[in-house]
C-alpha cells in the first residue's frame, strides 16, 4: 500500500540511535579528508537508521565501517540513545536518527555524525526535538553531545540537518531545522556543547515554513551553499518553493527561489546538489515525489557563477527515460548525486519505490541519470530493477532511500538501495552500478544521510 509521504514510509521502517562520550583526537588534526570517515583511517563509512532491539525503542543507527577491501558488513556497530555516553534514553515516541549528517565539528581529523531526534520530549516539552553530535575517534563513533536550540527552534527540533563551510572559514558548519525554521551553528563545536555564532536563516516574509535542506558548492566560489526548501504564504497565495543561499564569509545570503508549486499540494520535496555537466557549478536536482497525483518528476536547477538559474524537469514522460509515468509511483521520492561511473560529471540516482511491475504493486526501481556535456538527459539514463535485491516481490518499495558516495576508493560512487525487506550497495563502474559483486547492508530500517 503506498505511504503518500517521505516521513510516512520512512516512520514505518524507521529505527535510529546515536553516541556521546569524551574522546579526544590527534594534537592538531586537520579537518578529516572526507566528512564521513569516522575513524580518520583514510576510508568512508557508512551510517543508516537501523532496527531496534526486542527489548528497546527510540531509535538506532547502524554504522559499517570502511576499510582497504571495502565495507566490514560483519561487523556493524549499533548506537542508540541506551548507547554508553549518549545523552538521554529511547522512548516510545522517539525517532532517534530520522535525519542524519556528518562532517568533522571539531576539527580533530576524524568526522563527526549528527542525529537529529525530531520527536524527542524534553522535559515537559512535547516533541520539542534534540540534535545530538556523535564525536569520530581513532576507534570510530564514540561519544556524543547536544547541541542546545536557540528560542523559537523548538518544536521537532532536528527534523533535517546540512553541514558545509558555509563561511569558507575552514571550521564546518551545521544547519538545523526546529519549530518549522532553519539555524545556522557556525563552527567550531566542541565536546562540551559549545559552537560559533547561532543565527535565524530568516526569509524576511512572515510566512516561510521550512521542512527541508541541502548543502553543496554552488556558485563556484568555493564556499558551500545552502538550499532551504519551505512553504511561502503571501495572503491568500501558498506555495511550495526551494530558497538558495549563497554561502558568504559573514554567513549566508539570500538568494533567489524557485515556485514548485502555485498552491499547497504536499508535494514534499527533497533537494540534492552536484554538477551535473562540469561546468565548475553545481546543480540543484529538486525531487518532487507527489508531483501530478503522485507521478512524480525531477526539476534540475542548473548552477551559474550568480547562483541557480534555468532549469529541466525529468519525469518517467522524458524521451530515453525507462517505463511510463503512472500516479502515485513517485519518481523521485529519493535522490543522490556523485560521479558513478568516474568520467569526472555527476550522476544522479532517482528511486520510484511505488512503481509497479508486472503486476507486482509497489515493487520500486531506481534511474540512474549519467551526466554529461549539457547536464543530465534521458538518453543517459539507466533502469535497475527490483530484482537485483532478490525474487521479484510487491510491496518491496526498492529506492525509498538512495545514497551515492564512493565506498570502495576506486573513483566511482557506488549505489546503496534500500527496500521495505533489505538494502544493498552496487559498485560503480565505467557505466552504471553493477549487482556483480553487490553486498547486502546490515540492518537497515529507516534511511541514508545524504
Known amino acids: 500500500m503506498r505511504r503518500s509521504t517521505t516521513t510516512a514510509l520512512v516512520a514505518a521502517l524507521l529505527a535510529t540511535g546515536v553516541t556521546p562520550v569524551f574522546l579526544t583526537g590527534p594534537a592538531a588534526a586537520a579537518v578529516a579528508k572526507h566528512y564521513d570517515d569516522f575513524n580518520g583511517d583514510g576510508r568512508r563509512d557508512l551510517a543508516y537508521g537501523g532496527y531496534n532491539d526486542v527489548d528497546r525503542e527510540g531509535g538506532t543507527i547502524t554504522v559499517v565501517y570502511g576499510t582497504t577491501t571495502g565495507l566490514d558488513t560483519a561487523h556493524p556497530k549499533y548506537l542508540h540513545q541506551d548507547s554508553a555516553g549518549i545523552p538521554g534514553s529511547g522512548e516510545e515516541d522517539d525517532q532517534f536518527g530520522a535525519s542524519l549528517a556528518s562532517a568533522d565539528l571539531n576539527k580533530d581529523g576524524y568526522a563527526d555524525l549528527v542525529v537529529g531526534n525530531p520527536t524527542e520530549h524534553?522535559?515537559?516539552?512535547?516533541?520539542?526535538?534534540?540534535?545530538?553530535?556523535?564525536?569520530?575517534?581513532k576507534t570510530g563513533l564514540s561519544g556524543g553531545t547536544n547541541i542546545a536550540p536557540v528560542g523559537g527552534a523548538g518544536g521537532h527540533f532536528g527534523r533535517d540537518l546540512a553541514t558545509g563551510d558555509f563561511t569558507g572559514d575552514g571550521s564546518p558548519d551545521?544547519?538545523?531545522i526546529g519549530g518549522e525554521e532553519a539555524w545556522l551553528y557556525r563552527g567550531p563545536f566542541t565536546k562540551s556543547g559549545t559552537t560559533g555564532k547561532v543565527s535565524k536563516i530568516d526569509k524576511g516574509s512572515g510566512g516561510w515554513y521550512s521542512s527541508a535542506l541541502a548543502a553543496g558548492k554552488v556558485d563556484g566560489d568555493g564556499k558551500t551553499d545552502l538550499v532551504v526548501i519551505g512553504t511561502e504564504i503571501n495572503g491568500s497565495q501558498i506555495r511550495e518553493r526551494a530558497w538558495y543561499?549563497?554561502?558568504?564569509?559573514?554567513?549566508?545570503?539570500?538568494?533567489?527561489?524557485?515556485?514548485?508549486?502555485?498552491?499547497?499540494?504536499?508535494?514534499y520535496p527533497s533537494p540534492v546538489i552536484g554538477d551535473f555537466d562540469k561546468n565548475g557549478y553545481?546543480?540543484?536536482?529538486?525531487?518532487?515525489?507527489?508531483?501530478?497525483?503522485?507521478?512524480?518528476?525531477?526539476?534540475?536547477?542548473?548552477?551559474t557563477s550568480s547562483g541557480p538559474g534555468t532549469s529541466v524537469t525529468l519525469t518517467q514522460a522524458t524521451s530515453?527515460?525507462?517505463?511510463?509515468?503512472?500516479?502515485?509511483?513517485n519518481f523521485g521520492y529519493a535522490i543522490s548525486a556523485a560521479d558513478?561511473?568516474?568520467?569526472?560529471?555527476?550522476d544522479l540516482a532517482v528511486g520510484v519505490p511505488h512503481e509497479d511491475v508486472d503486476g507486482d504493486e509497489d515493487q520500486g526501481g531506481v534511474h540512474v541519470f549519467?551526466?554529461?556535456?549539457?547536464?543530465?538527459?534521458?538518453?543517459?539514463?539507466?533502469?535497475?530493477a527490483q530484482t537485483v535485491l532478490g525474487p521479484a516481490d510487491s510491496h518491496a518499495a526498492f529506492g525509498y532511500t538512495l545514497r551515492l558516495r564512493d565506498l570502495t576508493a576506486d573513483g566511482k560512487a557506488d549505489l546503496a538501495v534500500g527496500a521495505a525487506g533489505g538494502a544493498l550497495l552496487m559498485r560503480?563502474?565505467?557505466?552504471?552500478?553493477?549487482?556483480t559483486g553487490a553486498i547486502t547492508l546490515p540492518e537497515l530500517g529507516g534511511s541514508f544521510a545524504d
Do not use: C, F, H
Not at 246 to 256: D, R, Y
Open 370 to 384: 549519467r551526466g554529461g556535456s549539457g547536464g543530465l538527459s534521458g538518453a543517459r539514463s539507466s533502469w535497475i
Open 282 to 303: 553545481g546543480d540543484i536536482a529538486l525531487g518532487v515525489p507527489d508531483k501530478d497525483n503522485g507521478k512524480g518528476a525531477v526539476t534540475i536547477w542548473r548552477g
Open 174 to 176: 551545521l544547519a538545523v
Open 122 to 137: 524534553v522535559g515537559s516539552d512535547d516533541y520539542r526535538g534534540t540534535v545530538t553530535v556523535l564525536w569520530g575517534s
Open 428 to 435: 560503480g563502474t565505467s557505466t552504471v552500478p553493477t549487482k
Open 340 to 346: 558513478t561511473n568516474g568520467d569526472g560529471y555527476a
Open 245 to 267: 543561499l549563497k554561502g558568504t564569509s559573514s554567513g549566508l545570503a539570500s538568494g533567489t527561489s524557485k515556485t514548485l508549486s502555485d498552491r499547497q499540494e504536499g508535494l
Open 320 to 329: 530515453g527515460v525507462s517505463g511510463s509515468p503512472e500516479a502515485d509511483d
